[in-house]
């Protein structure tokens, strides 16, 4: 897939485990899963926003194109 999702790297960068931003963002830690893995078909922008805020970091921080 073209599109990386970057989040596990933002959250070693910023010392928080993905239970503690699931909680942040209202989302389940299921929910939190599928997006680090990269197996979401699509994310809504408003928790692209709640993870950007919680994470003080820029969309472009979280997800990658990368050329196949």
Do not use: W
């Not at 197996?39 to 472009?60: D, G, M």
């Amino acid at each position: 897939m073209p599109i990386v999702v970057n989040l596990d790297i933002m959250l070693v960068k910023r010392k928080m485990k993905s239970k503690e931003l699931a909680e942040i963002i209202g989302i389940t830690t299921a929910n939190m899963s599928i997006l680090k893995s990269g197996k979401a078909k699509a994310v809504r922008f408003s928790t692209l926003e709640a993870i950007c805020k919680a994470l003080e970091c820029q969309p472009a921080d979280i997800l990658e194109y990368v050329e196949e």
